[in-house]
T-cell receptor, first 116, second 111 residues
Framework: GAVVSQHPSWVICKSGTSVKIECRSL??????MFWYRQFPKQSLMLMAT?????????EQGVEKDKFLINHASLTLSTLTVTSAHPEDSSFYIC????????????FGAGTRLSVL | GQQLNQSPQSMFIQEGEDVSMNCTSS?????WLWYKQDPGEGPVLLIA?????ELTSNGRLTAQFGITRKDSFLNISASIPSDVGIYFC???????????FGKGTSLLVTP
């Protein structure tokens, strides 16, 4: 299957700092990528849809100024958590839609964010 | 999007037993997907279903796309310890390719 790389796999930061998470599709071009957040023992919650060359579409209740998304190329989307606070601590997962594979979403390995 | 109804929430079985889990939705989907997630990892695609009534196998896994397009099931035969994990169903409609996930089924397999 298609490969999606997510980096870093875990990060610890101080409250008030910003953290950038990268999502790359390694062997296919993805015009659409998705960002999810997952709390312990819960399902994935869609935060936003990232479209190459245009603004991201955020789900209701997700602050776009808090979670900045940039999708500048067909293989890279980034999520920046700005002015992080302890309540932003979570598991963040990206996925990329493979248009040549019946639009299946392939997921990255996730990023564990801990804000102190 | 809506959250799908996935059951059971958890299963605790012995190695060698068969497992069945299912997912229902209040709306129609064009694609049903089954993913497995290990602790601290992202979901990995197991089976994708594209047509109502479709029955697809992947090794010991078998999944079906319900006739009504509102449900799907996943069966695992002869379970082994490495089947341990959380299984998620996901439905994809025709608006933007976003996925609607079930709450997950946690599977524990004892040797």
């Amino acid at each position: 299957g298609a490969v999606v790389s997510q980096h870093p796999s875990w990060v610890i930061c101080k409250s008030g700092t910003s953290v950038k998470i990268e999502c790359r599709s390694l062997d296919f071009q993805a015009t659409t990528m998705f960002w999810y957040r997952q709390f312990p023992k819960q399902s994935l919650m869609l935060m936003a849809t990232s479209n190459e060359g245009s603004k991201a579409t955020y789900e209701q209740g997700v602050e776009k100024d808090k979670f900045l998304i940039n999708h500048a190329s067909l293989t890279l989307s980034t999520l920046t958590v700005t002015s992080a606070h302890p309540e932003d601590s979570s598991f963040y997962i990206c996925s990329a839609r493979a248009p040549l594979a019946k639009n299946i979403q392939y997921f990255g390995a996730g990023t564990r964010l801990s804000v102190l | 999007g809506q959250q799908l109804n996935q059951s059971p929430q958890s299963m605790f079985i012995q190695e060698g037993e068969d497992v069945s889990m299912n997912c229902t939705s209040s709306s129609i989907f064009n694609t049903w997907l089954w993913y497995k997630q290990d602790p601290g990892e992202g979901p990995v695609l197991l089976i994708a279903l594209y047509k109502a009534g479709e029955l697809t196998s992947n090794g010991r896994l078998t999944a079906q796309f319900g006739i009504t397009r509102k449900d799907s099931f996943l069966n695992i035969s002869a379970s082994i310890p490495s089947d341990v994990g959380i299984y998620f169903c996901a439905g994809q409609g025709n608006s933007g390719y976003a996925l609607n996930f079930g709450k997950g089924t946690s599977l524990l397999v004892t040797p």
